[in-house]
């Protein structure tokens, strides 16, 4: 293992109380009589402390690097209040169901949600707006109660995208934009789609023509036959090992990559013809904890990168020879005080009281909102204000040096005025930009066709002739370089098609940043310019530091929103990518989970989430929701699932069943264009299940108890982030899936146990006098030992998912109980939850 050992200690208890990395460096961990996790301290000393009251609720949270928040609770365990360390108070209102309803800064409404009121949508988010008017988001739902419509509002005017179903598998057979364009997925035999076009004209955007074992296209053709995509991966990790981009007459460009035994990328080999040099390659080695040490390149200078202890840069020559971390005006102990240039002289850095960088040098400033969200930056005389949903997402930017303003419907479409002219920018997943441009009378069409590397960002840009436009590189931390992997004298993407670049994040050329929608990120400084309210894992000296990217090692995954990285597979073809969205409800960074997972039949028919509070679900509820409207679902079905049918307009209705791949579509677009995933960006577990399945809520925030509902139903411990060996697998869903208890009597006598159940395992029950699990997705069921817990579960139920909750007596063999798993809940305040396994749900016998 080349030295790369670690250890880690637990108590009694088996609670994890200390880590030593393979530098030596100790990670330590220490807990309340309750479990509670109240002190995490670095291989610096630096030290993360908590406080909870008698129920396990988070009073308050010190943090060196985020500063102080302190935490208030409704009577039902939501957060109601959050008080951070710029002073800045957050209150939030929820209805009688736990769901939020609006939230307050500083005393003032600033965004509401309202939920039930659209047809078909009991239950379901209808609206949710800026309370300043500036911003509204509207949901209509079809008969499956499928989000088909989003209708978005910003200053007044409405953008509407629409998705399109299938009737036989309730497949997502066509997608409108704002602008009336509309796309046409096909789907093969087995059920994958494989084509995507113009639904007025015809044209194909991308057909792929070739897959491999991993569910990973192989080839693909593209803008209707004039170039071809060619990828190649590694059968025995799944690591891509080249990709190709190749018209009908020449070979634009080739990229291949290597990886070290680890599966950290060690080589990439770029071939670009049209540029010199045409070959160019770089290297890439690491230290001992995985973090980039260096880069080479045949043609070019490399760069050497030194770190402290948890993560923090101590050098980065293409930048600065040093950095250091103390003195400076606020910042915790990860925060960049000052950098020693390069090229000579100093950059100093300031921070407020949360840990948000706000000047550089005096030459920039920046100014964020309570969520710690870039609101205006200044830089060089650039001045660019940014806006945010109710979901904090960015829906408008003002960039006050060009005169021109942005509108974001998601990451779909685009509208940007100034200039004398208005651009209507259509995102086709990662396979185009379509660009329509007016200016007077005058209309003119731009489409870019993308070559994108490992990472997914853009590497490559054609026409739709076959021509090779643009050619794009990115060092390991994310600086624009040139198509052949040659540094740019301005270091910025500048890019006439699109300003997505790095991991396809918006790039803010006049600034020399990337905003990742959750934070904004330095690829110069290496560094965000924020601090992450999430610890991913605990358990890794280098995922405590709040500002790195990625933990050091930028080559090895993404990370879609600043937060939370993504992966890509490991050298033993394993991922740890997951349906798993991690929210901050309470501030601390030490991680809390919240799981989505889609429920079917036939087609998804709802999402149920596990996890976290009221107020954590509503997040990801509100994350989830913007990732699917504008895309829908797609179904699980496998068979024969060939096209079929035509594309209906007006409300997304189910098409009509008819054979053929025709798909008449009202409306019109002048120029193609394709989308690229059928879902969303999540992928979610469990998605085989029956209707009805759902999911326990964790009803205390923050880490809460290490004993809580969330760290079972996440399956993961929630100081650590490792697996915790109970009865929950991988995260899945199963049929009416909630913890219960045990019984105390002796013997092999019966006795009563108790559990809760919903319409679904109800009417099974009856139907067969058993309890059964549903196959492959649970080991068994749990009850509680008395009627009380039993009677509040019921209560608990009802709240958070509505519908019918009914109590289940069950006769029980003692011997049953004493051999099953028996796990202490704060949410059951009287007893224990007992797990009966699969294979001894024969012998129970249900009473009433």
Known sequence: MNGRLMSRTYNGLQQLTETVDALSGTTRYAYDGAGNPIVLQDANSNRITANYNTLGQKEWVDDPNMGAKSFTYTGFGEVETEIDGNLDITSFTYDRLGRMESRSVNGTEEASWKFDSAANGKGLLARESRSDASYARSYSYDALSRPYKVTTAIDGEDFVTQSHFDSNYGRL????????????????????????????????????????????????????????????????????????????????????????????????????????????VENHYYDVLNRLDYSTRTDGPGIDYDYDAIGNLLKKDDFASSYSYTGGSNGGPSAVKSVSLINGGT?????????????????????????????????????????????????????????????????????????GETQY????????????????????????????????????????????????????????????????????????????????????????????????????????????????????????????????????????????????????????????????????????????????????????????????????????????????????????????????????????????????????????????????????????????????????????????????????????????????????????????????TKGDEMVDLYRVVDDVELADIRNTNAFRSAPGQFEGKQFVDNLEDAQNLQKVFSSFFGGNQTIIRAQVPQSVVDSASKVPFADIPKGTAITIPTNDLPKLNPQS
């Open 347 to 419: 950059k100093t850095y300031g921070y407020d009281q949360n840990g948000n960088r706000t000047h550089e040098n005096g030459a920039q400033q920046i100014w964020y909102n309570a969520f710690n969200k870039p609101t205006r930056i200044n830089r060089n005389g650039a001045n660019l204000y940014f806006y945010y949903g109710a979901d904090q997402m960015r829906y408008k930017q003002v960039n006050q040096t060009s005169g021109k303003t942005t509108l974001y419907i998601d990451k779909l479409f685009e509208k940007i005025t100034g200039g």
């Open 173 to 280: 057979k066509g997608l409108s934009y704002p602008s009336g364009l509309t796309l046409q997925y096909g789907y093969n035999s087995t059920g994958y789609q494989f084509r995507t076009s113009n639904a007025a004209s015809g044209y194909t955007y991308r057909e792929i023509t070739q897959m491999d074992a991993w569910g990973e296209w192989e080839f693909a053709s593209i803008a209707a036959g004039n170039y071809t995509i060619g990828r190649s991966f590694h059968g025995e990790t799944g690591q891509m090992a080249g990709t190709t981009f190749d018209s009908l007459v020449q070979n634009h460009q080739g990229i291949a990559y290597s990886y070290d035994s680890f599966g950290n990328l060690f080589e990439q080999v770029v071939q670009l013809p049209s540029e010199s040099p045409a070959l160019n």
């Open 425 to 744: 920018r259509h995102f086709i997943g990662d396979i185009a930009v379509l660009t329509t441009t007016e200016k007077g009378s005058d209309v003119t069409h731009q489409i870019g066709f993308s070559h994108r590397d490992r990472l997914g960002s853009t590497a490559a840009v054609g026409d739709e002739a076959g021509n090779l436009k643009e050619s794009h590189s990115f060092d390991p931390f994310g600086k624009p370089r040139q198509g052949n992997i040659l540094d740019k004298e301005t270091a910025i993407l500048e890019s006439a098609y699109s300003t997505r670049g790095f991991t396809d994040h918006e790039h803010l050329d006049d600034v020399a940043l990337i905003h990742m929608n959750g934070r904004a990120y330095d690829y110069n400084l290496g560094r965000f310019l924020s601090v992450d309210p999430v610890i991913q894992s605990p358990g890794n000296s280098q995922s405590l530091n709040p500002y790195s990217y990625i933990m050091n090692n930028p080559l090895a995954g993404t990370d879609p929103s600043g937060y939370t990285p993504d992966c890509i597979k490991s050298d033993d073809g394993t991922t740890t990518c997951t349906g798993t969205v991690k929210v901050n409800q309470t501030g601390s960074r030490i991680v809390q989970r919240v799981t989505a997972t889609t429920t079917t039949s036939g087609a998804i028919t709802s999402v149920h989430l596990s996890g976290g509070n009221g107020g954590a679900q509503q997040t990801v509820a509100g994350i989830i929701t913007a990732t699917l409207k504008s895309t829908g679902f797609r179904a699980v079905d496998i068979g024969s699932q060939a096209s079929r049918g035509n594309l209906q307009g007006g409300q997304g209705a189910a098409d009509s069943g008819q054979s053929g791949d025709s798909m008449p579509i009202t409306g019109s677009s002048n120029v193609a264009c394709d989308s690229c995933h059928p879902t969303s960006n999540f992928e979610f577990d469990g998605s085989g299940v029956d209707a009805g399945a759902s999911l326990i809520a964790d009803l205390f925030p923050g880490v809460g108890s290490a004993k809580s509902l969330g760290q079972v139903f996440t399956g993961t411990d929630l100081i650590t982030g490792e697996p915790v060996n109970r009865w929950l697998e991988g995260g899945g869903i199963l049929l009416g899936m909630v913890p219960f208890g045990k019984t105390l």
